[in-house]
């Protein structure tokens, strides 16, 4: 009773649904809600006919107008290069050990050469040259290939181990387990521990430095400071790429490492940008 008298002050009829004694009042949206709605519809239409909208199976409806976000960034992008095309050059042509007399294009390549890093290489080397496991710092002088601006350029240049640059840098260690006993292999791992500064077995050490003189020292050297020419690396600083602990180097002597980084030339990096990042490195703290 109490709907039915509301319902007959305001006038406003049922759609004639009832459940349970409740009506459905027939009560209309607003013009101007329906004007608003139809208007979106329209502009949505619009919408879909000027600018890419439907995904098609090799790529969507350009539009009318032929606008694209890619095309945008495209531009913009060469609007950038064209812009930093003259210091790019004078970059290029720069002695990368005189590059620092130049402030200007010293901030050039310091701020090129760390987004450049951000870019393509902190995946492996960690924000701020750091490293990891198996991927080295940066940021100290232990440096497999020379840490000098010359060698960090043909570093970056060529990559390591890669099958993509005939001057890539290269060095393969043998798997020591492939031909020695599992005892041999651990009376090199106890003599590796000691001119580490480590503990290890001392009889073991013993005939593992024997060992060490017939099949290791031609590349690590007779006291394991290693060969940056062959880019083996000094066993007596404590500073491991793969870690110096027993397990670790059981692993590696058994079984060798065989890291590689990419020839950014061969990837398409330009000239500027590998002076750039090398020059980044460089002032890292370990560059020598």
Same mark, same amino acid.
């Given at each position: 009773?109490?709907?039915?008298?509301? !319902?007959?002050?305001?006038?406003? /009829? @049922?759609?004639?649904?009832?459940?349970?004694?409740?009506?459905?009042?027939?009560?209309?949206?607003?013009? *101007? *809600?329906?004007?608003?709605?139809? =208007?979106?519809?329209?502009?949505?239409?619009?919408?879909?006919?000027?600018?890419?909208?439907?995904?098609?199976?090799?790529?969507? @409806?350009?539009? &009318? &107008?032929?606008?694209? @976000?890619?095309? /945008?960034?495209?531009?913009?992008?060469?609007?950038?290069?064209?812009?930093?095309?003259?210091?790019?050059?004078? &970059?290029?042509?720069?002695?990368?050990?005189?590059?620092? $007399?130049?402030? /200007?294009?010293?901030?050039?390549?310091? !701020?090129?050469?760390?987004?450049?890093?951000?870019?393509?290489?902190?995946?492996?080397?960690? #924000?701020?040259?750091?490293?990891?496991?198996?991927?080295?710092?940066?940021?100290?002088?232990? *440096? +497999?290939?020379?840490?000098?601006?010359?060698?960090?350029?043909? @570093?970056?240049?060529?990559?390591? %181990?890669?099958e993509d640059d005939m001057d890539a840098r290269f060095s393969q260690m043998p798997a020591f387990g492939d031909f020695m006993s599992e005892e041999e292999i651990a009376s090199l791992v106890s003599?590796?521990?000691?001119?580490?500064?480590?503990?290890?077995?001392?009889? +073991?050490?013993?005939?593992?430095?024997? +060992?060490? =003189?017939?099949?290791?020292?031609?590349?690590?050297? $007779?006291?394991?400071?290693?060969?940056?020419?062959?880019?083996?690396?000094?066993?007596?600083?404590?500073?491991?790429?793969?870690?110096?602990?027993?397990?670790?180097?059981?692993?590696?002597?058994?079984?060798?490492?065989?890291?590689?980084?990419?020839?950014?030339?061969?990837?398409?990096?330009? /000239? #500027?940008?590998? %002076?750039?990042?090398? &020059?980044?490195?460089?002032?890292?703290?370990?560059?020598?």
């Open positions: 009773m109490a709907a039915k008298k509301r !319902n007959e002050q305001t006038e406003v /009829e @049922t759609t004639g649904h009832e459940w349970d004694g409740i009506q459905e009042w027939n009560n209309p949206l607003p013009r *101007w *809600w329906l004007w608003c709605l139809y =208007l979106c519809i329209i502009w949505g239409i619009g919408y879909m006919i000027a600018y890419p909208a439907w995904p098609m199976i090799n790529g969507a @409806t350009p539009g &009318l &107008l032929g606008y694209s @976000t890619r095309g /945008e960034v495209a531009a913009e992008i060469a609007r950038f290069d064209a812009a930093n095309a003259p210091i790019e050059a004078k &970059l290029e042509a720069a002695d990368l050990n005189t590059v620092g $007399d130049d402030a /200007e294009l010293a901030a050039f390549a310091r !701020n090129a050469g760390e987004a450049v890093y951000e870019t393509w290489c902190i995946q492996c080397h960690g #924000a701020g040259g750091g490293g990891a496991k198996g991927y080295p710092a940066l940021v100290d002088n232990d *440096w +497999l290939w020379g840490g000098s601006i010359e060698d960090i350029y043909t @570093t970056v240049n060529h990559g390591i %181990r890669n003599h590796v521990q000691i001119i580490s500064g480590q503990e290890g077995n001392l009889d +073991l050490a013993a005939a593992g430095s024997e +060992l060490y =003189l017939d099949n290791c020292a031609s590349c690590h050297g $007779d006291e394991g400071k290693g060969d940056r020419f062959q880019g083996a690396p000094d066993l007596t600083d404590r500073i491991w790429l793969f870690g110096g602990d027993e397990a670790a180097l059981t692993e590696t002597i058994a079984n060798a490492r065989f890291g590689v980084m990419p020839s950014w030339s061969a990837r398409g990096m330009s /000239e #500027a940008d590998i %002076r750039a990042v090398s &020059l980044y490195v460089h002032q890292l703290g370990g560059g020598e």
